[in-house]
């Protein structure tokens, strides 16, 4: 009995010993991982690593850099975010000390109110959102290399998911004096426009747009205005944007830009929602633009008056007071992206708002790359349908869907769109020279490959198809829900000359949908557009029978409905009940679908995990058992 007992009291204090123990050693562990530097990255695109391409800059790096992070870290009335946002660029900062290996050091400053700190903090030019009290709340960094410096303010949480690309994009300027040129030619005010004179009231100029003032963080971005007769030779890289009724010059200059060896992007479109010309409000004259003649040089084409219509990609709209799905603006997710090109492998979304097709044309020897196509259930259908709605795009959609390109890459040696020379100008025949005049070598061919890309719409570049603006709690938000800014950047940073930052912009930033929810609502708009037009098709059979039988009754009888008449009516109106009675069902059992997929996602977050602890507990638990009766 004694023995018994003294074995059940060392049992007690071993179990009361090893849970103390435990508990100890939690507490210890916490504190040491509390103070090390020790990440697992879980994500899928692991967003929260350096990518190779960082880690390749700063392997090479000359110059060593040095950042100053302005945090006011003391400060009782920082937001609960900006803390996890500030926590998030010190963790971030040290992946850079660490991986540079010496190259990149970090020093933290804690501003506070009339401090030596507050003071350094402003004189880098570093903004301070006021907190009361006149106190000012300060979150910045401050990169320094040799003679050169560059603040970056870091009081938007929005662009965490740039934190990387924006960081890293400084460090590489910094290491270089020289920035490239980009030449912009545009009849969209995208850089902004001065205030309408208003006598009754004072007017804001209207701001550049938002990917403008992105590009010019990393490019000299110059305006090259319509009048413009000629591209400075110093432009690394043309942008064309909305080409309406470009003058001819314009068009000649551009023209002799490509055959002297630059690249270029031209985004044309169909029907520019952006386009905010009163004169181009209407559909018998609809806002595109296009380049047939420099289109023709190229090796390509684009149908005017035509926009692509895909109906395995529509986005969620609201219109007229209700949501509705549209086919003919396009959503762009997955394999429709080229993953084998540098410039759109790592891109998840895009949004095309009526959008042309970009065809090559037979016989073109040049190059000829899709960039983003459609899925393959798409047609080109009139841009006027654009305003009719969804339903009236979905009832005229051919039964055969196709594929259709949104954005190539074309490459090669081209001859000029312009044959006959310069427009207004008479050549002079004889070996082509530079003339004493002063005026530019006439090209006919290209010296050189170049490489264009050409996008089928314009308003992908409008901040309001990529870009939402918030306040939250005095400080401006900017949310950016796709890829449209990141295949911009990308395609400047490769035809500019370089690669360094492609693939740091788009790493697990957007939300992502419910492909199967997705697929489901396909598969239920297609069962309703089915149903719709055998309702319409049982519409015009009433109405054709409902003619012959009044061509039958005598003019005295016209007035009055025949026994016929009632009866086909009202077997129509008995088909038409029946159709919305399957049209209905539709609904249902696709809601019913839904909350299925729903419940059962539900059901494996809430208690797949509990489950698989239980089941832990429950083994740990026999196998204890079993060893204690072996014992």
């Known amino acids: 009995m004694a023995r018994s007992m003294n074995r059940d009291v060392g049992k007690v204090l071993v179990s009361t010993t090893g849970v103390a123990a435990l508990l100890v ?90 401090s030596d700190e507050e003071e350094w903090a402003q004189r880098y030019g570093l903004r301070g959102v006021p907190a009361g009290g006149g106190e000012k709340i300060y979150c910045g960094l401050v990169f320094l290399a040799a003679d050169r410096e560059e603040p970056y303010d870091l009081l938007d949480p929005g662009r965490e998911n740039l934190l990387e690309y924006d960081i890293t994009r400084i460090i590489l300027q910094l290491q270089s004096t020289n920035r490239k040129v980009l030449g912009v030619i545009s009849t969209l005010p995208v850089f902004g426009e ?158 095309f708002p009526v959008a042309g097709a970009i065809r090559k044309r037979a016989g073109s020897p040049h190059q000829f790359e899709p960039l983003v196509s459609t899925g393959r259930n798409a047609a080109l259908l009139d841009v006027f349908k654009a305003a009719l709605g969804a339903d009236a ?107 360094h930052l492609v693939g740091l912009r788009s790493r697990g930033t957007f939300d992502r949908p419910f492909t199967t929810v997705l697929a489901l609502q396909r598969e239920a708009r297609a069962k309703w557009l089915s149903k719709e037009k055998e309702l319409v098709r049982k519409v015009e059979e009433t109405n054709r029978k409902l003619r012959e039988l009044e061509k039958e009754k005598d003019a005295a009888q016209r007035l009055l409905l025949s026994p016929e008449q009632e009866a086909e009516i009202a077997r129509f109106r008995e088909e038409k009940r029946r159709i919305r009675r399957e049209l209905k069902e539709v609904r249902k059992n696709l809601r019913a679908d839904i909350e299925r997929l729903g419940a059962r996602l539900k059901a494996v977050n809430i208690f797949l995990m509990p489950l698989l602890v239980s089941l832990a507990g429950a083994a740990y638990a026999l196998y204890r058992r079993r060893r204690m009766k072996g014992a």
């Open 393 to 499: 795009v979905r009832r005229d959609f051919p039964a055969a869907g196709d594929r259709y390109h949104l954005a190539v890459r074309i490459h090669g040696r081209f001859k000029t769109a312009f044959p006959g020379g310069p427009p207004e100008e008479k050549q002079d025949k004889g070996p082509a020279k530079k003339r004493e005049t002063g005026k530019p070598v006439r090209l006919t061919e290209a010296k050189r490959p170049s490489t264009i890309i050409v996008v089928g719409d314009a308003d992908l570049l409008s901040d309001r198809f990529f870009l939402q603006r918030s306040r939250i709690l005095g400080f401006n938000v900017r949310r950016i829900f796709n890829d449209n800014l990141n295949f911009v950047a990308n395609a400047c940073e490769i035809l500019a000359g370089g690669e």
């Open 25 to 114: 050693g939690l507490i210890l562990l916490n504190v040491i991982l509390s103070h090390a530097n020790i990440r697992w990255d879980a994500t899928e695109d692991r967003i929260y690593s350096l990518s190779e391409g960082t880690k390749n800059i700063l392997h090479d790096l000359v110059e060593p850099v040095s950042i100053k992070f302005f945090y006011s870290k003391s400060n009782r009335n920082v937001p609960s975010n900006m803390k996890l946002y500030a926590r998030r660029v010190r963790e971030f900062l040290a992946e850079y000390e660490h991986v540079s290996g010496g190259k990149v050091t970090v020093r933290m400053y804690d501003p506070k109110p009339d």
């Open 194 to 351: 001065p205030a309408p004179f208003d006598p009754r009231r004072s007017r804001v100029p209207s701001e550049p747009w938002a990917f403008v003032t992105e590009l010019k963080k990393t490019y000299t971005v110059r305006r090259i205005p319509v009048t413009a007769e000629r591209i400075d030779e110093d432009v690394d890289l043309l942008m064309v944007i909305h080409p309406r009724q470009l003058p001819r010059k314009l068009l000649y200059a551009v023209d002799q830009f490509v055959l002297g060896g630059g690249n270029a992007m031209v985004f044309v479109d169909p029907f520019c929602l952006s386009d905010r010309n009163p004169g181009s409000r209407s559909f018998m004259s609809p806002p595109a633009s296009s380049l047939p003649g420099l289109f023709r040089a190229w090796g390509i084409s684009m149908e005017e008056r035509k926009a692509v219509a895909d109906l395995d990609q529509p986005t969620r709209l609201r219109s007229g007071g209700k949501l509705e799905v549209n086919p003919m603006w396009i959503s762009a997710r997955g394999k429709v992206f080229n993953g084998e090109d540098v410039i759109t492998s790592r891109l998840e979304s895009m949004l």
